[in-house]
């Protein structure tokens, strides 16, 4: 079922150049140069998961941990474990898919009673006053969990993920989770939908992040497309007043992870997008959550593009595209102890929206940010950020620094190359 893959040879091209990795070394051990995917590395200072030993995934994995899967069970079994792994990605793989390649439906996942007419029925403001609980909450729980366990897949360290072409994961949580040394590139990731948000009395809470680096160490994502499938957010209805959403996060990095660089990627179209720190009193994220985000078209991120708690964020030569005011709120949010570092970003703003929209304050106290460019033009952000809020005006100084980068092009230079260069599919 699962076998060693034909070498793949990488095409050449503009986008490619900016992601062939130079020699590095991961723990003292040097890992030499490959045209194979599965075989690269983190270049040399390209960004946070380049500091302190680099990140080099499963480079150098043995013939025999070398995989290539096609069914969501080959997936699961490839990844687990801590041993140096390469795993193919051959074909789109739909993790709500039985072994037999029956598709699950969200009712095959329900227990004990559970249905969303039952859960609306019981606990209805009309009659129902906070938090769900109960038998029937607690049979929504149960639920939840079974389609946890069919979706959340969990990625074992040492471990280099790559789609072979163009392929896609339907459903799937990538789930990088207290594990060092994880390389993911050239994947769609999917619709990481919920089929069992619950009501905490206020709004509807959703599971289920396309990828979530929690507790981790050296984590390099490149050259994905993360989205939200045929599941829009947008066009669900509306129960108890609130919208019955599908989705939680895009990518989130949290609960003390760290160095993490985030590159070529394309997102699209999502709402809780980019969250970096979970909590305001999670101090124990201090010193870490150190992420650099570069060289990414971010097109249509309602909000938390990113958001940051603590961390240091090194966010450059990233393309920012918002064509509907209605649903955007802003990109970068600075939160509490949070070291965002700026450098020469696009946005392409719809009319309507002013650059001062860009930040907002989650109870941070500065930004540092410089050379961005909005519709065309260059802008200090900042500077229209505090002419719009005078009373609540934020510093150009951080205290965090932006780690190790690779050269940073101007704004509208790195435009042209990120619009032609970003997303999955661009590497084979």
Not at 71 to 95: L, S
Not at 153 to 163: E, F
């Amino acid at each position: 079922m699962i076998s060693t893959p034909l070498a793949i040879v990488m095409a050449t091209g503009l986008a490619l150049t900016a992601s062939v990795p130079a020699p590095t070394q991961h723990d003292g051990k040097a890992v030499p140069v490959s045209t194979d995917l599965g075989r690269q590395v983190l270049a040399a200072g390209d960004g946070w998961a380049s500091a302190d030993g680099g990140t080099t995934g499963g480079a150098t994995a043995a013939p025999e941990d070398v995989h290539e899967v096609a069914t969501r069970d080959e997936f699961a079994a490839a990844v687990a474990g801590n041993d140096p792994k390469i795993v193919y990605v051959k074909q789109h793989i739909d993790a709500n898919t039985a072994p037999d390649g029956t598709p699950i439906a969200c009712e095959d996942y329900a227990v004990d009673g559970y249905s969303l007419d039952a859960y609306l029925a019981a606990f209805d403001p009309a009659h129902w006053a906070g938090q769900a609980s109960g038998p029937l909450e607690d049979a929504r729980k149960a639920s939840s969990a079974n389609q946890r366990e069919q979706i959340r897949i969990n990625v074992g360290a040492n471990t280099t993920i790559v789609g072979v072409g163009d392929v896609q994961l339907t459903g799937f949580t990538l789930n990088i989770d207290r594990v060092d040394n994880v390389i993911v590139r050239n994947l769609r990731l999917s619709d990481a939908y919920d089929c069992f948000p619950g009501w905490n009395g206020d709004t509807w809470k959703t599971e289920w992040d396309n990828v979530v680096v929690s507790g981790s160490t050296h984590v390099w994502l490149d050259h994905l497309s993360l989205d939200d499938g045929g599941t829009v957010d947008a066009e669900q209805p509306e129960h108890f007043g609130e919208p019955f959403l599908r989705h939680d996060g895009l990518l989130d990095v949290v609960r003390q992870s760290d160095l993490v660089t985030i590159s070529w990627s394309r997102m699209l179209g999502h709402d809780k997008s980019l969250l970096w720190g979970n909590g305001d009193g999670a101090t124990a994220d201090r010193g870490r959550l150190r992420v650099t985000l570069h060289h990414n078209d971010l097109v249509d991120l309602e909000q938390r593009a990113p958001r940051v708690r603590f961390g240091q964020a090194h966010v450059y030569n990233n393309v920012y595209r918002v064509t509907n005011p209605d649903h955007y709120q802003y990109s970068w949010g600075v939160g509490v102890e949070s070291s965002i570092i700026a450098r020469s970003n696009t946005f392409e703003l719809a009319p309507g929206i002013p650059p001062s929209q860009i930040i907002r304050d989650f109870g941070g106290t500065g930004i540092d940010e410089e050379g961005t460019w909005v519709n065309g033009r260059q802008v200090s952000v900042l500077n229209a950020y505090n002419s719009a809020n005078p009373g609540a005006s934020l510093a150009p100084q951080v205290a965090g620094i932006a780690g190790p980068h690779l050269p940073i092009e101007p704004a509208p230079s790195a435009q042209k190359r990120v619009e032609r260069g970003a997303g999955a599919g661009m590497l084979n």
